[in-house]
């Protein structure tokens, strides 16, 4: 199988929350580490989320620095990375920001239970991938985008689609900022959601590539092992 690097990004609190059990968006990390992220986000060729993230957050997942900006249109390359929403039922707003803001490729991955009028009016901004009968099927967008010369794609979230991701052998590496606060809530979003892992030879297993302090946290950088 032929498909993107992929690279999970992300901060959590110190008790493993990415945000509250509301789904509100928390500032966990501070100024360095928002340059560590935009700076890995102007290196990759796309920036994934999945639906939730975009209901919950709207975000643009733009790059944000301006030098940043000019290196990557130096090679020719679109100021910013492509935007993928992975979106079974074709729910991503019309007006959200991911479809608007900054150049560049905008892709929604869908399947084919959605809704054939959401899916032409989403295509009509946005490139759209169909694979899956009732979700998206990530082995298969995974070879869509590397036949669209997507080989390098950043993951920020939500908890479900990593987990998704960790369950295919999707996950290349994992990267996360642990910051100093604890939102607590048994129902608050965490790293990896979704069904779980049950035996213990299922568990996805990480080697710990680097560990540096960082604003008021830590930033822990992870490999995962291939079985």
């Given at each position: 199988m032929q498909r993107p690097y992929v690279i999970v990004n992300l901060a959590m609190s110190a008790d493993g929350k990415i945000s509250t059990r509301e789904r509100r968006q928390v500032k966990i990390s501070g100024p360095c580490d928002f340059s560590r992220v935009d700076t890995l986000k102007a290196g990759c060729d796309a920036v994934m989320v999945g639906i939730g993230t975009v209901l919950a957050d709207d975000p643009s997942l733009t790059v944000k620095s301006p030098e940043l900006i000019a290196e990557r249109e130096r090679r020719g390359l679109p100021g910013h990375p492509a935007r993928?929403?992975?979106?079974?039922?074709?729910?991503?707003?019309?007006?959200?920001?991911?479809?608007?803001?900054?150049?560049?490729?905008?892709?929604?991955?869908?399947?084919?239970?959605?809704?054939?009028e959401r899916r032409q009016a989403l295509g009509e901004i946005a490139e759209i991938i169909v694979a899956g009968e009732e979700a998206v099927d990530l082995p298969a967008l995974m070879e869509?985008?590397?036949?669209?010369?997507?080989?390098?794609?950043?993951?920020?979230?939500?908890?479900?689609?990593?987990?998704?991701?960790?369950?295919?052998?999707?996950?290349?590496?994992?990267?996360?900022?642990?910051?100093?606060?604890?939102?607590?809530?048994?129902?608050?979003?965490?790293?990896?959601?979704?069904?779980?892992?049950i035996r213990e030879d299922e568990f996805p297993r990480l080697s710990l590539f680097s560990v540096e302090r960082m604003d008021q946290g830590v930033l822990l950088h992870?490999?995962?092992?291939?079985?």
């Open positions: 993928i929403v992975v979106d079974s039922m074709a729910r991503t707003p019309l007006s959200a920001a991911i479809l608007h803001r900054g150049e560049g490729r905008r892709i929604v991955a869908c399947c084919r239970k959605a809704d054939p869509a985008l590397f036949r669209k010369r997507i080989a390098r794609v950043m993951v920020e979230g939500g908890g479900t689609l990593i987990g998704a991701l960790f369950s295919a052998g999707l996950v290349d590496e994992y990267i996360t900022f642990i910051g100093n606060m604890v939102i607590g809530g048994k129902s608050a979003p965490s790293p990896a959601d979704g069904e779980g892992f992870w490999m995962v092992e291939r079985k």
